[in-house]
T-cell receptor
Framework: RKEVEQDPGPFNVPEGATVAFNCTYS??????FFWYRQDCRKEPKLLMS???SGNEDGRFTAQLNRASQYISLLIRDSKLSDSATYLC????????????FGKGTHLIIQP | GAVVSQHPSWVICKSGTSVKIECRSL??????MFWYRQFPKQSLMLMAT?????????EQGVEKDKFLINHASLTLSTLTVTSAHPEDSSFYIC????????????FGPGTRLTVT
């Protein structure tokens, strides 16, 4: 089983729509969770950290369900500029500081 | 914000040659830097963790004698791909963690290596 799994998509949604995607992680000891955004042939950029209580940043809402080991990202009122690949990222902690990345979910916002 | 640079942005080299990639934290000190590799349509894979002043820690399956890492200062880590082969062609990305202990990592723009 892969450590971090995401639906690769692509998700094609019209501008202004609300879209959500999930990811699951296999290591129950994972301690930190993030969503990164990666544009084509570019480096990943941190979108937001994910906290147990859930958190919101503008049009973006992230949720963490530790019992089920999944993380979600909700994008409201989607913009054309939201088109990108969204990477679910996990850190297992305990001295292992490297990040474990999912393959990403490709999102295409259509005008 | 925290800025990480990488040099070169892209490089094409012949099989058997060695290539050095530099990763710099421009506006902060980074006691720990990380090197990742991403093949087309694949996720980023951690190659090694680089700690300033000490030996790098390599992930399983990554040859330490092939991928030489030097972290000589709090703002610079280098990755040297020795005796490169076409299968080493990939997108190499470094990241740095703020010395304050934050878990967030800031990524460099990446280096696209093509070995012919």
């Amino acid at each position: 089983r892969k450590e971090v799994e995401q639906d690769p998509g692509p998700f094609n949604v019209p501008e202004g729509a609300t879209v959500a995607f999930n990811c699951t992680y296999s290591n129950s000891a994972s301690q930190s969770f993030f969503w990164y955004r990666q544009d084509c042939r570019k480096e990943p950029k941190l979108l937001m950290s994910v906290y147990s209580s859930g958190n919101e940043d503008g049009r973006f809402t992230a949720q963490l369900n530790r019992a089920s080991q999944y993380i979600s990202l909700l994008i409201r009122d989607s913009k054309l500029s939201d088109s990108a690949t969204y990477l679910c990222v996990v850190n297992i902690g305990g001295g292992a500081d490297g990040l474990t990345f999912g393959k990403g979910t490709h999102l295409i916002i259509q005008p | 914000g925290a800025v990480v640079s990488q040099h070169p942005s892209w490089v094409i080299c012949k099989s058997g040659t060695s290539v050095k990639i530099e990763c710099r934290s421009l506006d902060f000190q980074a006691t720990t830097m990380f090197w990742y590799r991403q093949f087309p349509k694949q996720s980023l894979m951690l190659m090694a963790t680089s700690n300033e002043g000490s030996k790098a820690t390599y992930e399983q399956g990554v040859e330490k004698d092939k991928f030489l890492i030097n972290h000589a200062s709090l703002t610079l880590s280098t990755l040297t791909v020795t005796s490169a082969h076409p299968e080493d062609s990939s997108f190499y990305i470094c990241s740095a963690r703020l010395a304050s202990g934050s878990l967030e990592q800031y990524f460099g723009p990446g280096t696209r290596l093509t070995v012919t």
